[in-house]
């Protein structure tokens, strides 16, 4: 990858609606070359997805919940098994398997607390777990979806 692909990524991860003879002029490509690029950047992973954001106060969806998980089981088909239910939870937006105390964070965004309870008491009915602990965001301070390309 080099700099013309970051160049193209960097327009791209702050609106992928812009057409491609835009980002070309842009980045000193004519459309075709650029269009290539951005299919290859495509074929080979980087670009996963091209996603609308969406505003989650205008949608009712206004709170967000870190919720921290400790397991009792560590197996192979366990975690299978738990990432499959996890993953079906439509409130769950961001999943990670931790080191140090806490096993998995998830983000879970959701419309008000009785929202919140509800997701919670499925949670914990369909899914083992040791310990659950719940963070409320008070107030988004950054939520950027872009990644620091230019770093490497």
């Not at 791209?12 to 980045?27: E, N």
């Not at 009915?125 to 990644?147: P, Y």
Request: aromatic share 8%; charged share 30%.
């Amino acid at each position: 990858m080099d700099a013309v692909d970051k160049k193209i990524l960097d327009i791209l991860q702050k609106d992928s609606a812009q057409p491609v003879a835009d980002i070309a002029r842009k980045v000193g490509l004519s459309v075709t070359p650029c269009w290539r690029r951005i299919q290859r950047l495509e074929e080979d992973g980087i670009i996963k997805a091209r996603v609308a954001l969406l505003d989650a106060d205008k949608l009712g969806l206004g709170m967000s919940v870190f919720v921290a998980l400790k397991i009792a089981e560590h197996s192979s088909d366990w975690l299978h098994n738990f990432a499959t239910k996890i993953s079906e939870y439509e409130e769950v937006v961001e999943f990670y398997r931790m080191s140090g105390e806490v096993d998995y964070l998830l983000r879970v965004v959701v419309k008000n607390m009785a929202a919140y309870d509800a997701f919670y008491k499925k949670l914990i009915t369909e899914v083992s777990l040791k310990d659950v602990s719940s963070s409320f965001a008070m107030e988004e301070i950054k939520n950027s979806t872009s990644l620091p390309i230019n770093q490497n």
